[in-house]
């Protein structure tokens, strides 16, 4: 039995939370401020879902995921995460996050940021781009026409083809855009982020994607 341990529970979190545990998967769940605060949502998910601190849902998960605010990941718990793999679903805002000099200038790309906060985990991008709301509605069965696709983006093989099959049990295809180096091409202001695309029309959208300092 496989366990997804979440690290924020907004939007994103709670949706992967409420897919998993439709998917027959353990899910533990965490925010910043308290076991205690998921409470309603717990009890939206059932009997397959505990909520624990950020550091007991890095250690209880098989596969974790981080979706948190970027301005926060330096905050995610590192030893427990060692080895794992570790899904960041996390973008890049400036008047949100405050800025960072390294994704300004272009340097690196948010997953590669927290690849390097937890160097021995196998972080893979995904769920970067879909709205949170469409998570649990846009999903369809393996093989359907037209089936919604989204990008993965990592460094380990292994761990993309972890998440590759975890995309295809929650209901979408999964176009793999390369190394976490490559994430920039699914990043805000690119044209795949955000709507509605299959796996070819994805495609197409990573090969168009410009530089900020090309646009
Ligand atoms: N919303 C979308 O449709 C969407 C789509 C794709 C990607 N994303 C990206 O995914 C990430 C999460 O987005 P969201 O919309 O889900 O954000 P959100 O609704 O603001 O939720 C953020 C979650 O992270 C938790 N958190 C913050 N700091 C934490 C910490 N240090 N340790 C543990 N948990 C912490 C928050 O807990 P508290 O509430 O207790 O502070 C909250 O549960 C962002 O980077 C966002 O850009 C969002």
New binding site residues.
């Given amino acids: 039995m496989t366990t997804i341990g979440l ?9 992967l939370a409420r897919l998993a545990v439709a998917h027959g998967y353990d899910v533990v769940i ?5 076991p205690e ?2 409470s309603a949502l717990v009890g939206e998910l059932g009997p397959k879902a505990r909520a624990a601190s ?1 550091t007991d ?1 890095a250690k209880a998960g098989d596969i974790v995921v981080v ?4 301005k ?1 990941y330096r ?2 718990p590192v030893a427990p995460l060692a080895g794992k793999v570790v899904i960041d ?5 400036p008047q ?2 405050g800025h960072i000099p390294e994704l300004d200038d272009e340097s690196t790309t ?1 997953s590669e940021l927290l690849q390097a906060h937890l160097p021995t985990s196998k972080v893979v991008k995904a ?8 998570l649990t509605t846009h999903g369809q069965p393996a093989g359907s026409k037209n089936r919604r696709a989204l990008v993965i983006a990592g460094d380990d093989p292994s761990a993309k083809a972890t998440v590759a099959k975890l995309l295809d049990e929650f209901g979408f295809d999964a176009v793999d855009a390369g190394p976490l180096k490559e994430g920039w091409r699914i990043q ?1 202001d690119t044209p795949g982020y955000g709507p509605r695309r299959n796996a070819e029309e994805l495609r197409k959208d990573l090969q168009a994607a410009k530089r900020y300092r090309d646009q």
């Fill in positions: 690290i924020g529970a907004g939007h994103i979190g709670s949706q965490s925010n910043s401020r308290g605060t998921l950020a849902a979706t948190v605010p970027l926060s905050q995610v679903t996390n973008n890049y805002y949100r996050d948010t769920f970067n781009h879909i709205y949170a709301a469409e805000r």
